[in-house]
């Protein structure tokens, strides 16, 4: 190991409790509102099965290699991922450029919460409306029109944002062990709980066969150009890679752990979450006759319509919005840990007032996503620029965040591990030896960047 000097927060009292901690924590930020709302609808639109298949070559190729990289670059930094990447190109002498990927972490972080934490106060009011049955008997009209009222309301949205932010301080203010770690055992196995439950009601009260052959059966002619670059850009953003939360996360990781084995368990327990997300959707929405192809409404839409009309629907529906708001939460917290470490170490505040400080910039900048949706619905900032026409400023950063911030950070720190960063004992520290590690290193340095390039340059065309 090459640490430049041992990291403050490589204390033992203060790392994960152990490598199952560290995993569930890192599974709790890879699985969220990407895997219950985006993936089981990307899939529906590009071919089922045929997509699948492209995902995960996407996720083996890209997602974790650098999922392997930036929790490498966190457990030698052991800081923020700003003073992590500062003490590695000081100790290694490489370029103070590289220095970038901590700023982008922290700032991409920063934004991508002010926005999830909106759609994540959305699931809180959703498991109150769907727990109240409002939903029953509802028909299509009545189901938008509930949706389209919580979007009206500046005011509901904002309650229900400040209440999420308020969950997320909560938990980060009190630290890796009593904080995180506590809330990750207990809402993670309750996640797979639900998630099993919701799957064996889909099963037995859907139309689980055509589901499962919607999902599995690979329809090559649906399978575009761009639907491999969609794949490419899921398998980013799923597994939380890019934007520092994973440095963080690693570098509060044991110098036992061996991070290859622990970045293939992530990804593959985030993949079956959400192949099961899949399976407790679809079976309920072909029962009622209702579209997968729904896109971003078939969680806020089309599933209340189906759960409207089953039997059990109230509880169960109830419990699925549970579900969304856990993935939902134990991503949000891996958010505002960058932002929280940085505070802590650049300012010297204590861990609880830098989670609030954070959290309460965080929670400010979220008021621009409340009012994109209502009273700023047609202010476009940079309407003037062509790609930016017509997007609202919540558009704007999840164009910024997602289609930039991610992507580019996703490139940089497999060129910075691959090509800058000093090799020796970066093999231990992964934990491959031999011809694996030079496989790995081979991926890591050329089809890596190359495949994020591409999706990144068409994104932006
Ligand atoms: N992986 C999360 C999801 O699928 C989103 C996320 C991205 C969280 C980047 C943290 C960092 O919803």
Redesign the pocket.
């Known amino acids: 190991m090459n640490p430049a000097t041992p990291g403050p927060h490589q204390r033992p009292d203060n790392l994960w409790s152990s490598r199952t901690a560290f995993i569930l924590a890192a599974i709790g930020?890879?699985?969220?509102?990407?895997?219950?709302?985006?993936?089981p609808y990307i899939t529906g639109e590009n071919g089922g099965g045929a997509f699948v298949l492209v995902y995960l070559a996407c996720i083996a190729v890209v997602g974790v290699p650098v999922l392997i990289a930036e929790v490498t670059i966190g457990r030698r930094g052991a800081r923020s991922p700003v003073a992590s990447m500062r003490s590695l190109t000081d100790a290694d002498g490489t370029r103070r450029g590289w220095r970038i990927i901590g700023w982008n972490g922290i700032v991409?972080?920063f934004f991508?919460?002010s926005f999830?934490s909106v759609i994540g106060g959305w699931s809180i009011l959703y498991i109150f409306k769907t727990a109240a049955g409002l939903f029953s008997g509802a028909d299509a009209d009545a189901v938008a029109g509930i949706f389209g009222a919580m979007l009206a309301s500046p005011w509901s949205l904002l309650i229900w944002h400040s209440v999420f932010m308020a969950l997320v301080i909560l938990i980060v203010g009190r630290g890796i062990r009593a904080g995180m770690e506590k809330a990750i055992n207990m809402l993670m196995p309750l996640l797979f709980l639900l998630l099993v439950v919701m799957v064996a009601y889909a099963a037995t009260t859907g139309h689980f066969g055509r589901a499962v052959s919607f999902m599995f059966s690979p329809d090559f002619s649906k399978l575009s150009t761009e639907s491999m670059l969609i794949a490419l850009g899921h398998a980013a953003?799923?597994?939380?890679?890019?934007?520092g939360?994973?440095m963080s996360y690693g570098s509060y990781l044991p110098q036992h752990v061996n991070i290859a084995r622990t970045a293939i368990t992530i990804a593959l327990m985030?993949t079956l979450v959400a192949l099961l997300a899949g399976l407790a959707i679809f079976p309920l929405v072909f029962a009622n006759g209702l579209e997968p192809g729904s896109g971003p409404g078939l969680i806020f839409v089309t599933l209340p319509l189906a759960f409207g009309h089953m039997t059990g629907g109230t509880v169960f529906g109830t419990v699925f919005f549970a579900l969304l708001l856990i993935?939902?939460l134990t991503?949000?917290i891996?958010?505002l840990e960058p932002v929280t470490e940085w505070l802590e170490e650049h300012k010297g505040i204590s861990r609880g007032k830098s989670a609030l400080t954070g959290g309460l910039g965080i929670w400010a900048a979220g008021i621009g996503t409340v009012l994109s949706f209502n009273a700023w619905k047609d202010f476009f900032p940079l309407g003037f620029i062509p790609i930016f026409e017509g997007k609202t400023v919540f558009d704007l950063l999840d164009f910024l965040v997602s289609n930039v911030m991610?992507p580019v950070g996703g490139l940089a720190i497999a060129l910075f591990a691959g090509w800058a960063i000093k090799r020796d004992g970066l093999d231990q520290a992964i934990g491959l030896k031999g011809p694996l590690y030079t496989a790995f290193m081979f991926v890591l340095r050329f089809l890596t960047p190359a495949g994020i390039a591409v999706v990144f340059l068409y994104n932006l065309v």
Request: without cysteine.
């Open positions: 930020s890879a699985v969220g509102l990407g895997n219950i709302w985006k993936f991409g972080a991508l919460l999830y953003f799923t597994l939380s890679i890019g934007i939360v994973m985030d993935a939902a991503s949000a891996s958010l991610l």
